[in-house]
């Protein structure tokens, strides 16, 4: 993250108060115990602020109940599947093997309890200061074999285009025409050289804005792992292949949403990040298209069915980028992003709700275009309710909190609902009977 | 020491014998990671052009965000102090620590910074993917003609 000017001068009174610190406070005491093993763990010259923030977490005292501006915090501890935001650092740190001790007075082993924990976070922090002190070094510009497929991971953004496949296949699961598993496969396959492909060029074109925000700045080519042109080679690798996959192998309806997908994420979405809040919109669109890929995948035409699909992750996609987005407006000023969130926060939280409660109406819309059966919009009443309801409060309160609890439903929403239209899914069976009586029946009852 | 105008190359010198690049830790006022180029004996020309576009686009890069950040961090300073003193507040609370704004407070700042620099950005962007992509393009170049000049050296040797 940034480092104002302002925390190196904090960090040089840290170190002349350490050394006050030690020259009047006895060494007996258990945290100037760890803060001396930490500072020789580490060796520097100069103590940071990061040193002394161990002590800040012992000792730091509950603020009001006021919602303060406050610097992000180093480590985000949750992943986030959509663009942008599946980059997040997640350091697992290794829990200390508990200590068993025989029976001892209540009094002292409580102290001992207190001191071995002390001991323990000293030596957390202790690792975690060696592993940022490992980032100051310089690196040798060597491109591994063995990194490559890490490596490639984090280009492609696996964790989205994951997640990009899923609704494809959600997609092809809906299509109401008999299940192929080749052509499933392939499909699949496809779109998710495409994904990956997408997201390599994107990364590609944003290194210098990527290194300045928090969430991003762990990426490939922000850390030179790899250079810009084997960062373009692997797009071309992933991309080409795929579309010509989907083209020639699945039909060339799928291949050219693919690479309709493609250019619009890189060539309308990236750009207008900078330019203009429409960004969030392409963005949406670029959602939407994967589930209709694997609905004209399976069925080769574009219809209804496909739109519906489309419409739903298109709806799913405000709520939730909206949420994300507002806790992280401070980021977006400083790098020069366009987002609602910053230049129209009223419109921001009235279009997460708006979408909120259209995913409602797109719920009811499904039996009636012959995708699901009526249950559908009754056992997903729940689930819209609820993230129409955190819509609401964060609109209504537009706060940090709010927009936390909108987003984090957001990500488990989305598999939800799309898992129950696939188990509500109207049985070709029940589409094609025409038999009278039959109340589930597609097709008006004709008189022979 | 990091200044405005170019990273912080000089404290650092690569292992004797390397031969590859070598990337330091991100910059403090920028963000930014600077690269020490590995300047090989055969330098063609091509490659002496990619590697001086090369520095000078981190050079450039770095200025436009050391100074992109340095005003954020300093207008974002002026900004709080401006709203406390309209409130008749100090800085600093009666127990030293650091008085800060809501969120819905500093959401002014952000968005009416944010539209101040929107020329600045559009400029930037767009000498950024001319850059880059001409990076891009020399590095090509330069990997094809090394691949041609070693192919052509193998056969050559293969020859005699």
Known sequence: MYKAPCNKLRGLACAALFRKLSQNVSGNQPWFRSLAQLCRSYPSDCFTFQHFSFLKRQYVTKGGTELLQQAKAKLESVSVPLEGHDDAVMKQVQELPTVRLPALPAKQDQALTTEIKVKEEAQLEAEAAQEAHKEKQWKELKVEPEDLPGVYARLSKIKLTALVVTTAAAGYAMAPVPFEPNCFLLALLGTGLSSCAANSINQYCEVPFDSNMNRTKNRPLVRGQISPLHALTFAASCGIPGVALLTVAVNPLTGFLGALNILLYTCCYTPLKRLSIANTWVGAVVGAIPPIMGWTAATGTFDAGALLLGGFLYCWQFPHFNALSWNLREDYSRGGYRMMSVTHPDLCRRVALRHSLGLMGLSALAPVLDLSTWSFPVVSLPINLYIGYLALRFYRTADRASARNLFFCSLWHLPLLLLLLITCKKSRKDQEDPSPGSTTSATPVTPT | ?160
């Open chain 2, 1 to 160: 020491m990091a200044t405005m105008s170019g990273m912080v190359r000089s404290d650092f010198t690569p292992a004797a014998g390397s031969k590859h690049d070598w990337i330091g830790p991100p910059d403090w006022l920028s963000n930014l990671r600077p690269i020490l180029y590995h300047i090989p004996e055969n330098e063609s020309p091509l490659e002496r052009r990619l590697r001086c576009l090369r520095q000078e686009t981190e050079d450039w890069n770095h200025k436009f965000w050391a100074n992109q950040n340095t005003t954020f961090c300093k207008e974002k300073e002026e900004f709080i102090l401006s709203r406390l003193t309209a409130k008749g507040l100090n800085l600093r609370d009666e127990d030293g620590g650091r008085r800060t704004l809501s969120s819905e407070e500093m959401a002014v700042f952000y968005k009416d910074f944010l539209d101040k620099n929107c020329e600045k950005h559009a400029s930037y962007n767009r000498e950024w993917y001319r850059r880059n992509f001409t990076i891009t393009l020399l590095m090509a170049q330069v990997f094809l003609h090394r691949t041609w000049s070693r192919l052509s050296n193998r056969r050559r040797v293969s020859q005699t």
